[in-house]
């Protein structure tokens, strides 16, 4: 069940930056997370059809530059610039395709907002929310907002309390020590061209 949560908030996060600026980080979440839901429901006979709309909603994302730096971690710093658009370029295909993989599956979530909590100064935010199937036992999913020029942007996610970015740290972490910053690209690029090519 956490898998698919965690793929369900891919797409609020990837909607969320085409909210109004104006809206707080918990209306946000409440307005997206319906919109998201509706969009599997009515096009659950169709997956490339919802793939296609949810695609079109994609741009302008959220700060992915953001997450892929924080996911990364220190080694950020010595990847080349062209490293760090490749790895922000198959960062984003990933979270987007795993989001498109669970959607056409888990259709009846239910999205309940608990809240908010401050981040460490005033840009910044978390929203808490628990997601629940029909008789199961809802999960906390809390998402952490940043203030940016352009609006509030989600950044990271949280599933019963383990973030998203430091889950994949440790395995980006991995990858570099064993095979160098390129060959996390490369086996992220190979990744989403494989799923790719099975959704064809």
């Known amino acids: 069940m956490k898998k698919w949560i965690l793929a369900l ?18 209306l946000i ?8 839901l509706e969009i599997i429901k009515k096009n659950d006979k169709d997956p490339l059809k919802a793939r296609d709309l949810v ?11 953001r997450m892929t730096m924080l996911a990364v971690g220190r080694n950020w710093r010595t990847a080349s610039p062209e490293q760090q658009q490749a790895l922000t370029r198959e960062f ?11 959607l056409s599956i888990y259709k009846n979530a239910q999205v309940d907002v608990k809240g908010t909590r401050p981040g460490n100064d005033a840009s910044e935010m978390a929203v808490l929310t628990e997601v629940s199937l029909p008789g199961q036992k809802p999960i906390p999913l809390d998402f952490s907002f940043e203030k940016t020029d352009a609006g509030w942007k989600t950044y990271d996610i949280a599933v019963d309390g383990i973030s998203f970015i430091n ?34």
Do not use: H
């Not at 908030?9 to 918990?26: D, K, W």
């Not at 979440?29 to 998201?36: A, E, F, G, M």
């Not at 984003?92 to 669970?102: D, H, K, P």
């Not at 740290?169 to 690029?189: E, H, P, V, W, Y």
């Open 55 to 65: 695609d079109g909603r994609v741009a302008p994302l959220a700060d992915y530059t």
């Open 29 to 36: 979440v409440k307005n997206v997370s319906r919109d998201v």
């Open 9 to 26: 908030s891919m797409g609020f996060i990837a909607t969320c930056s085409l909210a109004a600026p104006v809206e707080s980080p918990e």
């Open 92 to 102: 984003r295909t990933m979270l987007v395709r795993t989001y498109f993989s669970a």
């Open 167 to 200: 889950n994949n740290r440790n395995q980006f972490n991995a990858i570099i020590r064993k095979d160098g910053i390129d060959g996390l690209i490369k086996q992220l690029s190979d990744r989403n061209n494989a799923q790719r090519s099975a959704s064809k």
